[in-house]
Structure formats: C-alpha cells, structure tokens
Nanobody, 123 residues
Framework: QVQLVESGGGLVQAGGSLRLSCAAS????????MGWFRQAPGKEREFVAA????????YYGDSVKGRFTINRDNAKNTVYLQMNSLKPEDTAVYYC????????????????WGQGTQVTVLQ
C-alpha cells in the first residue's frame, strides 16, 4: 500500500512560481510511474504531467507545456512539479498519483492517490 502526501500549494500572484512535492511511503517508489492531476471547482479532473519510473520519460498536458516541469528523486521517494508563469486558470486542487504503468499515470487510472494540495493564482 502506497501513501502519497502532497505539499507546496498556496496562494501566488499571476506570473509567479510554485513547486509542489509529493512524498511517497509504504512501497517501492521506483516501481511506480507518477502523475500530477488537477481539478478546479465545477470542472473535470485534468491531466497535468507524468513521469516514468526512472524519470527518463515525461509527459505534459497541453495547457501546461513549457511552463511546468515534472521530476523525481527516487532516493527521496518524492516527485516534484515546478510550476512557472502561473495563470489564474491554473487554480485548482493538485493531486499526485502512482501507477505501475506510464499509461496509468497519464490517463489517471492510477492505483494510488494523494489527498491534494490547493493552488490559487491571483490576477
């Protein structure tokens, strides 16, 4: 059983940056591809970014390409999401998720989910 805990959310002005972290425990972190997803009020969950088990392959949603970067540190059992040039439309609860396969980490069909962290971007 893998537990995921996100942190790093908060309030930021448009154009600013935040780095989210997702710490994993209870499993072998390097066995899992990791994904970030977000959900804004009244909207469907949206894929943000994913990373393969080794970190070699990364994937991004169209709305965040060129602004967000995903990376992981398998020695620290942590995946990160660096968010730059934030826009008000990035406001959402951000979730990390783990799956044995890259496809799951992209589609959202994941075995494990964190509880989420709120990101609010002000005009």
């Amino acid at each position: 059983q893998v537990q995921l805990v996100e942190s790093g959310g908060g309030l930021v002005q448009a154009g600013g940056s935040l780095r989210l972290s997702c710490a994993a425990s209870g499993g072998t972190f390097s066995r899992y591809a990791m994904g970030w997803f977000r959900q804004a009020p009244g909207k469907e969950r949206e894929f943000v970014a994913a990373i393969s088990r080794s970190g070699t392959d990364t994937y991004y949603g169209d709305s965040v390409k060129g602004r967000f970067t995903i990376n992981r540190d398998n020695a620290k059992n942590t995946v990160y999401l660096q968010m730059n040039s934030l826009k008000p439309e990035d406001t959402a609860v951000y979730y990390c998720a783990a799956d044995l396969f890259n496809s799951g980490a992209v589609s959202g069909d994941c075995d494990y989910w964190g509880q989420g962290t709120q990101v609010t971007v002000l005009q």
